[in-house]
Structure formats: C-alpha cells, structure tokens
C-alpha cells in the first residue's frame, strides 16, 4: 500500500472485526479501524502455506482475466465527461490477506491509469502481492474485492472534504445459509445441485424483475465461489442510484399476503415461482417425505376459516389444515407431487388463493442480505476471484443455463492449474465447446450443464462485456 502508518499495526485490535470470505458488507466506521500497510516480516509463513501462496498467485499471473475485468468496470464511462482514466481512477479495489492466521483488510485502493501501454499492471502487481522465496515470505492476497466509484481517487481520499461515493453497481447478494429453514439436502454453507435451485430460482425472478421493471439490460450473475449468488447490475440509471432508490426496488418487489398480486410478481409466480416449486422444491427438499418439513408447510395453512360462498349458503366454515393432515394420513403412498396439487386445488376452489402464494413464496422468493443492494460502500468480491475457503473460481453464470450449473463441478484452483499445464491437450477451444454444446442442445432440443473449463467461462465474460460495450454505443439499433 502507498500509504505508510507511522506505526507498526498491533494485529490484536483487530479481532473484533467480523469479516465473512464470501463477501463482504463493510460498515462506514470500519475501514479507518483498518491499518492499510502490512510488513513483510510478519507475512512470514511455513513452507507448506508459502507453495500455496504461489500458486494462488500463478493463478492470477497467467489466468485472472484483467482487462476484461477494467473493461467491465470502465465502459460506462461518459466521454463528454472526463477520460476513462480519470473515471477509472475513482474505483475503488480492496485486497484481503491472511497473516498470522488473522485477516487484514488494504481498502480504498486506486489506479491512475487503463492505459496498457503507461501502466497496465498495476491492478495486477496489487493482486500479485510480493513474495521472497529466501525468506518463504509470502504477502499474497486471498482475494481481490470492488468497491464504488467515488467523487475522488480512494488513494487521496484524505485529502478531499467532500470524499463520498457516486456510482455504484446495483448489485444483489443471496446465501444459501439464509435458506437454512426450508432446506433439508445440506446446511451451514454448503451448496449442493438440489439447492443450487433456491439461487437458480432468485435469479430468474431478478433478470424478469429487473428487466421488465426498470428496463436494466447489463446484467451479470457470478458464483461467489462457496455459498451464494452475486447479481451486478450495470446500466448506467442502476449506477447511479440512490440508497432509498435501490431500498424502494427491493421493496417493491416484496410479496404481499394477499389474494391479488402486482402484475409483475403475478408473472413471476406463474413463469418462475410455482413451475421451480413444483418442478424441485417439493420433491427435493422433502416437503412430504419428511416429518418435519410437512409440520412446517401445514403450519402455512389456515385452520378454521369462513369462507364466503360455498353450496348455495352464505358462508361455511372449513379447518384446512386438518383437512389436508388427514387426507395425508389417508393417502400415504401418493406421490408428493399429486399431494402438493391436492393442495393446491382446496385452495383455489375454496377461493384462498392468498394461502397458495404465501406457501410458494415462502420456499422460493428470494432471501436477498439487503444491505449488500442498499449500501453504496461495501464490497464485493470480483468475479474470476478464487475463494479463500472452497478453493473454487467465482464464475460468471449464463442466465440461459441457470438451472443446470452443480456447485460440485465448479473449476478450482488445482483443477485450473492443471488445466494450465496441459494446455490445449484436455479441453477442447472455447470456440468447438460453444459449436458442440449448441448441436447437443438442437438434438436433444432441452438445455444441459455449461462447460467447466476455464476458457469457457472466459469466453463468456468476454462476450459479456463487448455485448455491453457494443450496446453503450448503439443504445437503439433500431434507429438505424
Ligand atoms: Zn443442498
């Protein structure tokens, strides 16, 4: 770091802090409690934690994807307005590392310049880190995070009053661990393919949300390596929201208990909602299989309930709940599936149609870590990073395939570095693998698992990121 502290940190002040390796919400206060110089004397390690060190660092020496990532970062920059080296020069980058077993936070780090050719590196030499085989010194990085844009250079942000965040990527957070309640195929932070679909499920319903809403096109969804999904959003009317704006977004895409829904969350329901509950949840999550989880969905139906028409008399009164606790009794063999529609029908010919919604929402609406979307200052890890704990890439995800992704076949670091030293004679071009998987689907006509080589999710990114470049350019092709 270009700042020097007078004094050598006493990493004993630091335990308080509460630091989460998936990402990161860091409050105002905290960043200044955070020494922003590490020494090398203390990042000596072992020989065993300095080879790991290395090859986290050939990682992103020969395949962290760089200047995709400042393209991402920087193509909305307006011209009329200042270069895209002054607008680069405003993000804000965050390093974590590890030293002494305790983590150190480096924030508020910038760049001057995109320029290739004056200093492209510097992004990268940050990231890099510096290491002294004599020594087994290693100051490595774990991860790389981003933060905002800011109304000044984050390395001379002590020496402006009026220091403050301006842009910032709408973006969205969602852990599996907040779904702890409902899921019964794994806990804590582990992810596995049947309840990939609760984040498969959130991303669905933000892409329509999101699009039809507010008409955001850049759009892009990242694993965040062990437990989540991270959405940024990057239109130009999302960067620069304001925290009540982006409060109001997530607010008023909330389900209400009630038997009419917005036309949006209606949509959703019909297109994302009740197909992904029916087509996964049910049987996946064992919602008639197991005893604890049929409590937990008829303690979502009503008991003793008046209804308002029924057989010609002006109001009856029905227990749903023991209806339904007893046609379950009677009925054990059915298949979960037809269990759920019975269900289903008692609630809409009874006309409590409110009762379908608050189930379906319940095990599928999004469980969002709102500040992460509300805040402008927090960071969030980059994608292409490699997680500190799984050891997997934060890969981009196609919106397309969001279904079929397993955590369990996301490249990690080993499985890259091998790929990186057989080059070429395992994996087939990104170029074939696209032609091969789009034949495979035409034959089959149904949608199967991406890829898992890292020139894949390269490719991906990239097209990504000139799609949107090429859309900033040409906003209304059919002006043309
Ligand atoms: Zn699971």
Same mark, same amino acid.
């Given at each position: 770091?270009?700042?020097?502290?007078?004094?050598?940190?006493?990493?004993?002040?630091?335990d308080?802090?509460?630091?989460?390796?998936?990402?990161?919400?860091?409050?105002?206060?905290?960043?200044?409690?955070?020494?922003?110089?590490?020494?090398?004397?203390?990042?000596?390690?072992?020989p065993?934690?300095?080879?790991?060190?290395?090859?986290?660092?050939?990682?992103?020496?020969?395949?962290?994807?760089?200047?995709?990532?400042?393209?991402?970062?920087? &193509?909305?920059?307006?011209?009329? $307005?200042e270069s895209? #080296?002054?607008?680069?020069?405003?993000?804000? !980058? /965050?390093? +974590?590392?590890?030293?002494?077993s305790?983590?150190?936070?480096?924030?508020?780090?910038?760049f001057?310049?995109?320029?290739?050719?004056?200093?492209?590196?510097?992004?990268?030499?940050?990231?890099?880190?510096?290491?002294?085989?004599?020594?087994?010194?290693?100051?490595?990085?774990?991860?790389?995070?981003?933060?905002?844009?800011?109304?000044?250079e984050?390395?001379?942000?002590?020496?402006?009053?009026?220091?403050?965040?301006?842009?910032r990527?709408?973006?969205?957070?969602?852990?599996?661990?907040?779904?702890?309640?409902?899921?019964?195929?794994?806990?804590g932070?582990?992810?596995c393919?049947?309840?990939?679909?609760?984040?498969?499920?959130?991303?669905? &319903?933000?892409?329509l949300?999101? $699009?039809?809403c507010? #008409?955001?096109?850049?759009?892009?969804?990242? !694993? /965040?390596? +062990?437990?989540?999904?991270?959405?940024?959003?990057?239109?130009?009317?999302?960067?620069?929201?304001?925290?009540?704006?982006?409060?109001?977004i997530?607010?008023?895409?909330?389900?209400?208990?009630?038997?009419?829904?917005?036309?949006?969350?209606?949509?959703?329901?019909?297109?994302?909602?009740l197909?992904?509950?029916?087509?996964?949840?049910?049987?996946?999550?064992?919602l008639?299989?197991?005893?604890?989880?049929?409590?937990?969905?008829?303690?979502?139906?009503?008991?003793?309930?008046?209804?308002?028409?029924?057989?010609?008399?002006?109001?009856?009164?029905?227990?749903?709940?023991?209806?339904?606790?007893?046609?379950?009794?009677?009925?054990?063999?059915?298949?979960p599936?037809?269990?759920? $529609?019975?269900?289903? #029908?008692?609630l809409?010919?009874?006309?409590?149609?409110?009762?379908?919604?608050?189930?379906?929402?319940?095990?599928?609406?999004?469980?969002l870590?709102?500040?992460?979307?509300?805040?402008?200052?927090?960071?969030?890890?980059?994608?292409?990073c490699?997680?500190?704990?799984?050891?997997?890439?934060?890969?981009?995800l196609?919106?397309?395939?969001?279904?079929?992704?397993d955590?369990?076949?996301?490249?990690?670091?080993?499985?890259?570095?091998?790929?990186?030293?057989?080059?070429?004679?395992?994996?087939?071009s990104?170029?074939?693998?696209?032609?091969?998987?789009?034949?495979?689907?035409?034959?089959?006509?149904?949608?199967?698992a991406?890829?898992?080589?890292?020139?894949?999710?390269?490719?991906?990114?990239?097209?990504?990121?000139?799609?949107?470049?090429?859309?900033?350019?040409?906003?209304?092709?059919?002006?043309?």
């Amino acid at each position: 770091m270009d700042i020097d502290t007078p004094n050598k940190p006493n990493l004993d002040e630091f335990d308080d802090i509460k630091f989460d390796t998936d990402d990161m919400f860091v409050d105002s206060t905290v960043p200044t409690a955070i020494p922003n110089n590490i020494y090398m004397d203390d990042a000596q390690i072992g020989p065993t934690e300095y080879y790991d060190r290395l090859k986290l660092r050939k990682y992103y020496q020969e395949l962290f994807p760089f200047d995709i990532l400042v393209d991402w970062l920087t &193509f909305n920059y307006d011209p009329e $307005k200042e270069s895209i #080296n002054d607008y680069y020069s405003k993000r804000e !980058f /965050s390093t +974590r590392y590890v030293v002494k077993s305790k983590p150190f936070v480096i924030r508020n780090k910038s760049f001057p310049t995109v320029d290739e050719e004056i200093k492209s590196n510097d992004l990268k030499e940050f990231v890099l880190g510096t290491v002294d085989e004599h020594t087994f010194t290693a100051k490595v990085p774990e991860k790389l995070d981003i933060g905002p844009v800011y109304s000044r250079e984050p390395i001379k942000m002590n020496q402006y009053q009026d220091y403050r965040p301006v842009e910032r990527e709408l973006v969205f957070d969602i852990d599996i661990d907040d779904y702890n309640d409902i899921r019964v195929c794994c806990d804590g932070t582990s992810l596995c393919k049947k309840c990939w679909q609760f984040l498969s499920i959130s991303a669905k &319903f933000l892409e329509l949300y999101l $699009k039809e809403c507010y #008409n955001f096109q850049h759009i892009l969804y990242v !694993f /965040s390596g +062990r437990r989540g999904l991270h959405v940024w959003v990057s239109d130009r009317g999302a960067l620069t929201l304001s925290k009540d704006l982006r409060q109001k977004i997530i607010s008023y895409a909330k389900p209400g208990f009630e038997a009419n829904q917005t036309p949006i969350l209606q949509r959703a329901f019909d297109e994302i909602f009740l197909p992904s509950f029916e087509n996964y949840i049910v049987e996946d999550q064992e919602l008639f299989t197991m005893e604890s989880q049929i409590k937990k969905l008829l303690d979502l139906l009503p008991g003793e309930i008046k209804l308002n028409k029924k057989s010609g008399k002006k109001y009856e009164t029905i227990n749903v709940r023991v209806l339904v606790e007893d046609d379950l009794k009677e009925n054990p063999n059915q298949a979960p599936l037809d269990k759920w $529609k019975k269900i289903k #029908n008692l609630l809409l010919e009874n006309d409590i149609k409110e009762y379908l919604y608050r189930i379906v929402f319940h095990y599928t609406f999004p469980r969002l870590d709102e500040q992460v979307s509300i805040g402008l200052n927090h960071l969030l890890k980059s994608p292409f990073c490699i997680h500190p704990s799984t050891q997997k890439l934060c890969i981009p995800l196609d919106i397309d395939l969001i279904d079929y992704y397993d955590p369990n076949d996301i490249p990690t670091l080993p499985k890259l570095l091998s790929e990186l030293d057989q080059k070429g004679s395992t994996n087939p071009s990104p170029s074939k693998m696209d032609t091969d998987q789009k034949k495979s689907r035409k034959s089959k006509s149904s949608k199967q698992a991406p890829p898992t080589n890292f020139n894949y999710y390269k490719s991906f990114f990239k097209n990504y990121v000139n799609n949107i470049k090429l859309s900033k350019s040409n906003p209304n092709p059919l002006d043309f």
